[in-house]
């Protein structure tokens, strides 16, 4: 009897619970249908797309380019069927595309700064060996000793040398720079310095030694330069040593965390410092990390906000010296009683979101799908038609993107994805898929699926600003618990690293005869 009664007051809840919010979202649809058209504006203000800044689209001066206007741009385009002709109005989609990002950053001069000491250094280094072999030829002449077949072949020796050297130097500090580091490299001003400290040597021995005592046995001098070129080189091969593959054998992994969403990575790195470190780490970042979204991070904050406001908290004494601390008491052991059947709303809240974008994402992919039956319509009929009479890829992806605009802005608004794409990146893919002969599949995966940071285009056209944050000093090696922090203006990069454990292996042998075995039959029978 008491499970009946338990059974049945569980059954009368949840028949009451589906009415009630049946009713809610019943009335809430007549509550909100008059009025959906004169509060578009206000109720849309934050699922705007934003318009690519590598690109902008200037605005149509006859059109009104309103708020609502640029909100609505995939409600009131004009859409191509199959018995429309080619030509359609393009006022309201040209009114789209305000730009919504912030000046570029200006290029700083000191970025340049090594580049510049590293062509003053190589230029140095070029001149010398050839300032040596100059020199007594100008100041001397009558003097030297003629210059035998032993010397000619030094000359041809040092001019591959030099050639070498050349290519070496070009191939290894003549690189575009990826990032201005916040100190100096250690290995690179060492080898700088140990350069500067090599070609002060040689002038100075060469001042004191040839151009004091005008030596006339230039076979000498010629090898004295070929000696010269020889360091550099070996000083280039250090060079290749301490800057390329000293830190090829991983040491430590680093564990890099997202600080709003919690996207985990795990990188293996050798011995590099904190700096060169935390570079690695924001190049790895723009292609394994997704594109970082704040719309999808505010739906607890507004959750939040939304108990806390609907919370309303009456003083029946009057008011007295302590009412802010008895109603501050009074909220949150009401938000305390709340936070049990918050889950149920949370459940409820995610189910429903998932069932939207479902919804959306089917609408999508049937109109993606017949706008590209349409395009291949057109290919057909323009092959009838004579050369000059073809349409352009870009003119046939103006064409049928309206038919599209809407599903596709309903579903970007469902997902937030509204502020990574703009019109004119999405016509500028769908132009790219026209032209490659691609699927719709091909054509949506780049908004159902969210990818890595570059491939959004807004964020490689602009030079981003991160912030090392670290106890020790940033040109201190990688150690075991080393932690720093990326700072960026929305998020964080928070990277530990850990040592790779010292790999044990053992052998054991197994012999070639131990794992046979024989079978053996009985022939008996039984009688």
């Given at each position: 009897m008491d499970t009946d009664s338990i059974h049945s007051g569980y059954s009368h809840h949840s028949n009451r619970s589906r009415g009630s919010n049946k009713q809610s979202e019943r009335s809430s649809r007549d509550r909100h249908k008059p009025h959906s058209r004169d509060s578009s504006s206000r109720s849309d203000k934050n699922v705007t797309i934003s318009a690519s800044s590598v690109q902008p689209q200037p605005p149509d001066q006859s059109s009104a380019p309103t708020d609502a206007q640029d909100d609505n741009w995939g409600e009131t385009t004009t859409a191509v069927t199959g018995t429309s002709d080619h030509s359609l109005s393009q006022e309201d989609l040209a009114g789209f595309g305000k730009d919504t990002e912030g000046p570029v950053e200006k290029l700083n001069c000191i970025r340049f700064l090594p580049l510049a000491l590293t062509l003053f250094l190589g230029l140095l280094v070029l001149v010398t060996p050839l300032s040596f072999l100059v020199l007594p030829q100008l100041m001397w002449p009558e003097r030297l000793q003629t210059c035998g077949t032993a010397c000619e072949g030094l000359f041809l020796s040092l001019a591959f040398k030099l050639l070498i050297l050349l290519l070496a130097g070009w191939a290894l500090f003549m690189r575009p720079t990826r990032a201005s580091l916040p100190r100096i490299a250690v290995f690179r001003a060492l080898l700088g310095l140990l350069t500067l400290l090599l070609l002060l040597s040689y002038w100075l021995f060469f001042g004191v030694r040839i151009l004091d005592s005008q030596d006339d046995n230039y076979q000498g001098i010629v090898q004295f330069a070929v000696s010269l070129v020889d360091a550099l080189l070996f000083i280039h091969y250090l060079a290749v040593v301490l800057l390329e593959i000293r830190h090829l054998q991983p040491c430590f992994s680093l564990c890099v965390v997202r600080s709003t969403d919690g996207e985990t990575h795990h990188y293996n790195m050798g011995q590099l410092s904190i700096q060169r470190a935390a570079l690695v780490i924001l190049e790895h970042y723009y292609k394994d990390f997704t594109v970082h979204n704040p719309a999808l991070l505010t739906a607890a904050k507004s959750r939040a906000a939304k108990h806390l406001a609907g919370l309303k908290v009456y003083n029946v004494d009057?008011?007295?010296?302590?009412?802010?601390?008895?109603?501050?008491?009074?909220?949150?052991?009401?938000?305390?009683?709340?936070?049990?059947?918050?889950?149920?709303?949370?459940?409820?809240?995610?189910?429903?979101?998932?069932?939207?974008?479902?919804?959306?994402?089917?609408?999508?992919?049937?109109?993606?799908?017949?706008?590209?039956?349409?395009?291949?319509?057109?290919?057909?009929?323009?092959?009838?038609?004579?050369?000059?009479?073809?349409?352009?890829?870009?003119?046939?992806?103006?064409?049928?993107?309206?038919?599209?605009?809407?599903?596709?802005?309903?579903?970007?608004?469902?997902?937030?994805?509204?502020?990574?794409?703009?019109?004119?990146?999405?016509?500028?893919?769908?132009?790219?898929?026209?032209?490659?002969?691609?699927?719709?599949?091909?054509?949506?995966?780049?908004?159902?699926?969210?990818?890595?940071?570059?491939?959004?285009?807004?964020?490689?056209?602009?030079?981003?600003?991160?912030?090392?944050?670290?106890?020790?000093?940033?040109?201190?090696?990688?150690?075991?618990?080393?932690?720093?922090?990326?700072?960026?203006?929305?998020?964080?990069?928070?990277?530990?690293?850990?040592?790779?454990?010292?790999?044990?292996?053992?052998?054991?042998?197994?012999?070639?005869?131990?794992?046979?075995?024989?079978?053996?039959?009985?022939?008996?029978t039984s009688v």
């Open positions: 009057g008011a007295g010296s302590d009412a802010a601390t008895a109603q501050s008491r009074a909220k949150m052991a009401a938000a305390a009683r709340q936070r049990d059947t918050s889950h149920n709303e949370l459940y409820y809240e995610e189910a429903e979101h998932d069932r939207r974008v479902r919804k959306r994402k089917a609408r999508l992919v049937v109109a993606v799908e017949e706008a590209f039956t349409h395009v291949r319509r057109l290919q057909d009929e323009e092959k009838k038609k004579p050369p000059g009479d073809e349409m352009d890829p870009r003119e046939a992806a103006q064409a049928i993107f309206p038919s599209m605009a809407r599903a596709l802005q309903k579903y970007l608004r469902t997902t937030r994805q509204q502020h990574c794409h703009s019109m004119d990146s999405i016509q500028a893919h769908l132009a790219f898929c026209i032209t490659n002969n691609m699927t719709p599949k091909a054509f949506l995966e780049s908004y159902l699926t969210a990818g890595p940071t570059m491939q959004y285009g807004r964020e490689s056209s602009q030079t981003r600003h991160w912030t090392l944050v670290s106890e020790a000093s940033v040109t201190s090696p990688l150690r075991h618990g080393s932690e720093f922090q990326l700072k960026s203006s929305d998020f964080s990069l928070v990277v530990t690293s850990k040592t790779i454990p010292h790999l044990k292996l053992s052998e054991e042998y197994v012999h070639p005869k131990s794992h046979k075995f024989v079978l053996q039959l009985q022939s008996e």
